[in-house]
Each structure stands twice: as C-alpha cells, then as structure tokens.
C-alpha cells in the first residue's frame, strides 16, 4: 500500500507530514539510508475478533511503505517525529553545510 506524504521546505528544515490512519507510534519504522527517507509500518498482527462475522474486510492491518529522496543533506542526529490525529509529522533539520577554511597564500 502507497503512503500519502506532502514533503515541505522550511528554513532550517525539512517537514514531512504522513497519513496514518489507524497505526500506533510503536509500529512505525522511520530510517534515512543514502540521501532517502524511509517510512514503513510494522504491524504487530494482534488485531483479534470475537463473534464477529464479516460480510466484506478491507480494513485488515497490513504493513506498508514508502521511500523518498531527501532534497538536502539532514542532520542525522537530530530528527524528531511525532503521531496525532492520525498523521505523522518529521521534522529533518537540514545539515549545516561545511564552509571550506581560508587558505593563506603567501607571496615569496
């Protein structure tokens, strides 16, 4: 199953907003592999039904994934993710970038 995601350009970040209807916190997998964000869910499967006869079932847990190029390097050690109403929210703060140091150059 494809996840819904907008992906935003702020400032200093990167926010990533993620439709997730029905997943607790504790089934999402969030990871950053080559310049690629990944986000899947793990369901734990334990869902369980007593006396209940089902005409037609769409909504059964299945796990789902989705991948996306990173537009800007991020600083790796300082995402922070959160889950409410349904929707995830990762904020990837963009890595500073390296300012490369002057080099005297002296005249002989």
Do not use: W
């Amino acid at each position: 199953i494809a996840l819904a995601l907008d992906m935003i350009d702020l400032k200093d970040s990167i926010l990533v907003r993620a439709d997730m209807p029905g997943v607790k916190k504790e089934e999402i997998v969030i990871t950053i592999n080559d310049g690629n964000l990944n986000i899947k869910t793990e369901p734990d499967g334990k869902e369980e039904h007593k006396n209940e006869h089902y005409y037609h079932m769409e909504r059964n847990k299945r796990p789902f994934a989705r991948q996306v190029a990173l537009p800007t390097k991020i600083d790796e050690e300082n995402i922070g993710a959160s889950l409410k109403d349904g929707i995830l929210e990762i904020t990837l703060p963009k890595a500073e970038e390296v300012i490369p140091e002057k080099i005297k150059v002296e005249v002989l």
